[in-house]
C-alpha cells in the first residue's frame, strides 16, 4: 500500500462517490477500473470500502423477515374473484 | 412502470394470468415492505390487500413482461402516503436539503476515519440492524429497503418514489450515513 493510514487520500470524495455507484451496482466500466485500481494503492478508500460493502451485507442478511400471513393470497385472490 | 399511454385491453382470463404469473410471486417482498412502513401486522397486510386490489382494477396500464414488482411497490408506496401515513404519528416530513452538494469536504474527513469497526457489524445480531433501520424516519428507511433490501436501481427508485434521480442518490446517501450512526453507537454500546 502506498497510502497508509496517516495519510489523507487527496480523492477521498471522488472515491467515495464512486464506492456508493458501485456497491449500488451503478458504476460504468470506467469508473470501475479507475476505482478498484485505486483503493488496491489507498488505505483509507480501502478502509471505507469494506466497512460500507459489511454495512450492506449485514443489512441484506441480518434485518429481519417476515412471514406472509398464510391466508393473506386466498383473502385477496377471493376479494378479486367478487370483483370479475 | 404504469404506461398510462398506452393501455392494454386483456380479457378477463388474461388479467388472472397477469395477476397470478406476475404480481403474486413478489407478495413476499410487498408483505415485508408494508410492514416495514408500518411497524404493524394487520396494518401490513391491509396495505398489501388493497395493494393488490388496485393492481387488479388497474392492470390494463400494466405492460405484460415489464418490471411488475417496481410497479407494485409504487401502488403500495402510493396507498402508504394516502391511507397509512396521514394517521400514523410520524412526522410527515423530514427537514432535508437533498439538492444541495452532499459530499463536503467536512463529511469526506469524517470518513476517512470511520470509527465503526467491520468487526463490530459482524458481530451485530439482527434485532440490532432492525432496530438501527427502524429508527430512521420513514423516508430514509425507504430508500435503504428499496436499494440495499429489494435490489431496485436507482432509476426504478426514482419512478416508484416519483423523484429525480439525483435526490434518490442524495436520500441514499444521508439515509446511510444516519444508519451508519445509528450502528455506531449499537458497537459502542457493546463495548467497541
Ligand atoms: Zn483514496
Known amino acids: 500500500m502506498e497510502n497508509n493510514d496517516k495519510t489523507p487520500c487527496n480523492e ?14 451503478e458504476a460504468k466500466d ?6 478498484f485500481a ?3 494503492q489507498c488505505m483509507p478508500c480501502y478502509r471505507a470500502h469494506n466497512l460500507e460493502s459489511a454495512i450492506r451485507t449485514v443489512l441484506r442478511n441480518n434485518v429481519d423477515k417476515k412471514e406472509v400471513p398464510a391466508d393473506l393470497v386466498h383473502c385477496i385472490k377471493s ?3 367478487e370483483t370479475v | 412502470m404504469a404506461d ?3 393501455p392494454q385491453r386483456y380479457s378477463e382470463q388474461k388479467k388472472v394470468q397477469i395477476f397470478d404469473g406476475e404480481f403474486l410471486p413478489h ?3 410487498m408483505y415485508n415492505f408494508a410492514y416495514r412502513l408500518t411497524f404493524d401486522e394487520d396494518d401490513a397486510k391491509d396495505l398489501v390487500q388493497e395493494t393488490y386490489l388496485k393492481a387488479f382494477r388497474f392492470i390494463n396500464s400494466f405492460e405484460e413482461g415489464t418490471n411488475a414488482k417496481a410497479w407494485l411497490f409504487r401502488i403500495l408506496k402510493n396507498s402508504f402516503i394516502n391511507d397509512y401515513r396521514k394517521k400514523s404519528k410520524e412526522p410527515n416530513k423530514v427537514d432535508y436539503n437533498e439538492v444541495e452538494t452532499y459530499y463536503n469536504s467536512e463529511d469526506a474527513n469524517a470518513e476517512i476515519t470511520p470509527d465503526l469497526r467491520v468487526e463490530a457489524l459482524q458481530d451485530m445480531i439482527g434485532d440490532e440492524v432492525t432496530n438501527a433501520l427502524n429508527s430512521l424516519a420513514v423516508d430514509f428507511r425507504t430508500v435503504i429497503i428499496l436499494c440495499d433490501l429489494e435490489g431496485f436501481t436507482y432509476e426504478e427508485m426514482a419512478k416508484i418514489l416519483d423523484i429525480p434521480i439525483g435526490t434518490v442518490r442524495s436520500r441514499l446517501h444521508r439515509a446511510r450515513n444516519l444508519l451508519k450512526d445509528k450502528l455506531k453507537s449499537y458497537a459502542q454500546s457493546m463495548g467497541y
Open chain 1, 12 to 25: 477521498h470524495v471522488k472515491c467515495m462517490e464512486l464506492l456508493e455507484l458501485i456497491l449500488d451496482g
Open chain 1, 30 to 35: 470506467g469508473e470501475k477500473d479507475y476505482y
Open chain 1, 38 to 40: 485505486h483503493i488496491e
Open chain 1, 79 to 81: 376479494k378479486i374473484r
Open chain 2, 4 to 6: 398510462n399511454d398506452h
Open chain 2, 27 to 29: 407478495i413476499d417482498a
